[in-house]
Each structure stands twice: as C-alpha cells, then as structure tokens.
C-alpha cells in the first residue's frame, strides 16, 4: 500500500523546549500548523492502541481541552513496532510533527496527522479515558463537505474547519478523539473484516436496508466505517449483511485510512444482530414476454471452485427465473490468470452452462467473440469478455459469420429492416474509446417472429477516481473521460440500426460502470436513441452495487424507444452486494419485454 508523508515546512516551527498541547498540532484546518517541526512532551491519554499491521501505534488525547470546536484534541502517534502502552496510560510524547497520506498524493487523499519517531513517557496507568464524542443524526450535519478553494486546485486542506456546517469537517474535528456510535443500521456488509453503518437512520434509506446514492449533489453524510482494534486472530470480526443492526454501537479513535477515508477502530467488541435479509427472486416471465438479463460474473473461469459455478447457476435458474437471454460479463477465458496466450473460453463456458442445466435450468447455447489476447484490461491473463447465453427453446440466434476481435460489425437494410454485418459481432473495436477495455458485443435475436438486437457491454471501470473523502471538493472522476466516450460510441451505433428501422428493438445492457445519473448515461441516452429501464424502478430500488455504504447504480439495461413504447417489466434482483457472501459484488437485472 502506497503512502506518503508530507514534508510542508512548518508554517511556525516550535522549538523543541516549547510545551504544546494536542490541539496546538491539529490546529483549525487539515493540516497542521505545525508540520515538521520536533514537539516536547505533549500530554495525553492513551485511547487506543494498534500493534498489529503496517500502521502500527497509539492515538491519545487531550484531558484539558480547548475551547475551539474545530481542533481536534485526538491524535495518533506512528511507532512501527508494537507500542508498549495501553488504554488508560497518561503518557508525554516527544517526536516530529508529520502528515501522512494514506495511498500517495497522487491519490488526492486527505492526510492524518501524526507524530513519528516519538519517545514515550508512560506517567501513570489505569486512568479514566476521555469521555466520548457521539456522532449521530444531530451531531453530523447534513452538507457532505465544503467547495474546495480553486487557488489551491480544488483543495480543502487550508479551509478553516466549520464542522457544524459540513459533514467531512465535523469528522475531521475529531481526528485521532474517542467517539462512540449508538447501535446503528449497516449500510454495507462485512468485507476485509470491516463494515459500514449509517449514524443517520432516515437519510436516504431504502427498503431493505441500505443506503441509496442518488445524485453526486446528495452525498450519505451519514455513512461510517467501522473496524476492530483487536487483531482478527484475537477477536474475529462478525459477518454482517446490509440492514442488520450493529447492537450497541461501538467505540474508539477515529482514524483515517486510504479505503474509505473516516474510520472508527472500535476499542470494544462489535455486535451484529441479523435482520434476517433475504435474497430476490423474481418471477419468471409469461409465455408472451422475452426475459432479457445481465449479470458480472465476477472473472469466472475454470480454476474457481464447483461451489461458484454451482451458486452462480442456482441463482441463474431460481432467483432470475431462467431468463430467455443472459448477458455475462467478466468471463474468463480457459485458463484465467494464466497469461500464455489463451482466449478461448469454451471450458469456462460448458462448465457454467453443464451447472445451469444440473440445476433444472435450460441447456443454454452461448455466442460471444474472442478478444485479442492483453487487449480488453480486467485481470492480465484472463482476457474477460461479454458472452451471451440464450435458451434455444425460446429464443433464436441469427448467426452471421465473419466477426472476431478487430472486426466490427455494421448495419445494414436486409428485406426493408435493420440488420447485422457481423452477429454475433463488436461495436468499434478499432477505436480508442475502448483501449484496455471490453469492446460491446452485439448480436441478433428472434422472439415470436421479431428481431430483437441486443449489445453487451462492460465499460471502463472507476479505478483512478478521487475517493468521496477526498481533499479536493467535488472529486476528480477522471475515469469517466472514457466511459463518456464509449457512450458515445454505443449510442452512435444504436442510432445507425434506429436510421435503418426507426421501430427495431434494442437492448443495451451489462456493467455500465456508472450511475443512471451520470453523464455517460446522458451521453448513452442523447436523442432518445435509449432509455434507461433503471428509471422505472422506485428511487429506494435504483441499486446494484454497494460500495462503503452507498447503494449505487453500476449495472444497467437501456431499451429503445420501440421497446419501451411496447412494455416492458423491469427488476434488479438483489443477491450479492448487500450479502457478507456473495459468489459477484454485482446483482443481476432482468427485463421482461412484452410481445
């Protein structure tokens, strides 16, 4: 794991015989006043203690306070060994004031600030801790955070801390102190023996007990994570599932980490009650309606265990209904991370559908392209792709040969209708809006006589964007330059089969990547060419991914107009992202198509 300390001269360097307090260093914004400079003897209390993994060391606190709200009386003291105090012990620390960047500048990160290379005089022990602070609907306002200065690129690091005004400055005010949180509601499951929970119950919370992000200008102020101080092998961390209930709360420091930016490292046990949520199913589509799904696979290949090629296919056949048409994406070719040159995915593909059928489901056919070997990103070696199964007892599949890796795919008028050059076939796999990226895969369908066109995509992903927690307000998304221009492309090619026959149906589907707020929706949608079945869904129902406590739209189905004009169901079946066990990180959808 990347990181930095920041070097900044200190803006008034204290002279080593200078007595200072903790919040003398923490001063009234992110940075200290401080940095760099050697501090004597600063009392406190020690609060809590980490003597295991790559950040090791003790954070204590002031037991005389200031009057300022916006100095932090916490702090944490790096010692890169098992320090040897414990909560309760009254110490005086000597070291060198530093701010530390979980992950690198590079990564836009706030920093913590911190002590290192201290020397550490142990007063007395068995003192009473500083009371905590309760962070709660009341205590955490509603604003996220505050607009980032543009003298300094965007940056909030030099802003003076309102924390009664923004939400990243009231947490930031209690950097490094003991806080505490009620029992609470978790908003996402238990993953890398951490969760996320929400101090504010009412604030966009849906049915089954998450947490709905709904536009970039409505932030989840109220979203926390939460972490154990005691090592795993010690104390195991409980398997918690979106709506359970964190009985009691928990207490601790408030750190700050590179995955997820405020953490609370609860010095006491956490306790999870299950709420009992329950995995979807949908129903299954009539004799009349064409069930058209999509689901991410999450790299599946021949070296995953039995038990993910049997869930996966238990959930294909019970809780999606056996859909006509299932789009997948992220499977891997025969031979997975094994990187020789291999990009069949033959064996990947029989063994999914030889467990689909072991299951009761149908005996899917497939149809998908081969990528070029390196070229479609995803894990190297395991050249992902888009694959279409398709139930040959209810659906057909208009084979037209020609279409492999760099070939794209065209539209053309075949008896007054829009068709296919190349299907199964790619959507411009030449140009550069999908470099190191999956290229659509678009094919041809027939359903009780009507040509159904349907394209599966897996765009970018968001991996280089600024987290939420970032220093710069609103964060940099810099990933979604090239999400917008695959966009673009996709809905070009939509509108070359809607010239041809403005009535064609068209589904796009598979892991956009992005929310159905976004821009690269806008851009997939421009001229009406589509529409984003998402929307038909409650504002509490708009999820398929749950990421640090917010459940978000990645995954979508768009239709064109003739489709939406003729009807249509839609249903985003919940079964991973809000389960601690989970066989994909995304939940499928289905859309039932009247005809």
């Not at 999509?294 to 290949?301: F, H, K, R, S, W």
């Not at 996966?312 to 040159?341: C, F, H, I, K, M």
């Not at 809006?433 to 159904?452: D, H, I, M, Q, Y």
Request: charged share 20%; proline share 7%; net charge neutral.
């Amino acid at each position: 794991m990347a990181s930095t300390v920041l070097t900044v001269p200190a803006r008034a360097a204290t002279p080593t015989t200078d007595r200072v307090a903790i919040h003398d260093i923490q001063g009234t914004t992110r940075l200290s006043p401080l940095v760099g400079a050697q501090v004597t003897e600063v009392p406190g209390t020690v609060t809590g203690v980490r003597g295991h993994g790559s950040s090791k060391g003790f954070w204590f606190q002031s037991t005389a306070p200031d009057r300022s709200p916006a100095t932090s009386e916490g702090l944490f003291v790096f010692t890169g060994t098992a320090p040897a105090v414990a909560p309760g012990d009254e110490v005086r620390v000597s070291g060198t004031v530093t701010e530390f960047v979980p992950g690198g500048t590079a990564g836009g990160n706030q920093s913590l600030t911190q002590l290192s290379r201290p020397s550490v005089t142990v007063v007395s022990s068995g003192n009473p801790l500083p009371a905590p602070v309760t962070l709660d609907g009341r205590s955490v306002p509603d604003s996220y955070a505050p607009a980032g200065d543009p003298t300094a690129g965007g940056s909030i690091n030099g802003l003076p801390l309102r924390p009664t005004a923004h939400a990243l400055d009231r947490y930031e005010s209690l950097e490094g102190m003991n806080v505490r949180i009620g029992s609470s509601r978790v908003v996402g499951a238990t993953a890398f023996n951490e969760l996320w929970v929400t101090v504010k119950p009412g604030e966009n919370a849906n049915r089954r007990g998450g947490t709905v992000y709904g536009s970039y200008r409505d932030q989840n102020t109220g979203r926390l994570k939460v972490q154990s101080l005691a090592p795993v092998a010690e104390r195991p961390f409980p398997a918690a599932n979106v709506g359970d209930l964190l009985k009691g709360g928990a207490e601790g420091p408030l750190d700050f980490n590179q995955f997820g930016g405020y953490t609370l490292t609860a010095r006491t046990p956490v306790t999870v009650v299950d709420r009992g949520l329950e995995r979807e199913r949908t129903r299954p589509q009539h004799r009349r309606e064409l069930a058209v799904a999509t689901y991410n696979v999450e790299n599946l290949d021949p070296g995953d265990p039995q038990e993910k090629f049997d869930s996966l296919a238990e959930a294909v056949v019970t809780n999606l209904a056996s859909p006509d048409v299932l789009a997948l994406e992220e499977v891997q070719d025969d031979n997975g991370r094994t990187d020789d040159g291999t990009v069949s995915a033959g064996v990947t593909l029989a063994r999914f559908t030889e467990a689909i059928a072991a299951r009761g489901g149908p005996r899917y056919a497939w149809r998908s392209v081969d990528p070029a070997d390196g070229r479609d990103g995803g894990e190297p070696g395991g050249n992902i792709r888009q694959v279409f199964l398709f139930n040959p007892q209810r659906v057909s599949f208009t084979d037209r040969p020609g279409g492999d890796a760099t070939t794209a795919t065209g539209v053309v008028r075949r008896a007054g209708k829009a068709a296919l050059t190349h299907s199964p076939g790619r959507v411009a796999p030449a140009s550069d809006a999908w470099t190191n990226s999956r290229k659509p895969l678009a094919g041809e369908f027939v359903f009780r006589g009507r040509t159904v066109f349907v394209i599966a995509n897996h765009f970018a992903s968001k991996g280089g964007d600024q987290a939420l927690t970032s220093q710069f307000q609103p964060p940099a998304r810099s990933s979604e330059n090239q999400r917008h221009r695959q966009a673009t492309e996709l809905n070009a090619f939509v509108k070359e089969i809607l010239k041809v026959q403005p009535a064609a149906d068209v589904i796009a589907l598979g892991d956009i990547n992005d929310f159905a707020f976004s821009r690269t929706t806008e851009l997939l949608e421009d001229g009406g060419a589509l529409w984003s079945a998402v929307r038909s869904l409650p504002a509490g129902d708009r999820y398929s991914y749950a990421y640090q406590g917010n459940s978000q739209v990645l995954d979508q189905i768009l239709v064109s107009p003739s489709v939406r004009r003729g009807g249509f169901s839609y249903d985003t079946v919940h079964i991973n992202a809000e389960f601690a066990e989970q066989n994909s990180d995304h939940d499928p959808q289905v859309l039932r198509v009247r005809r």
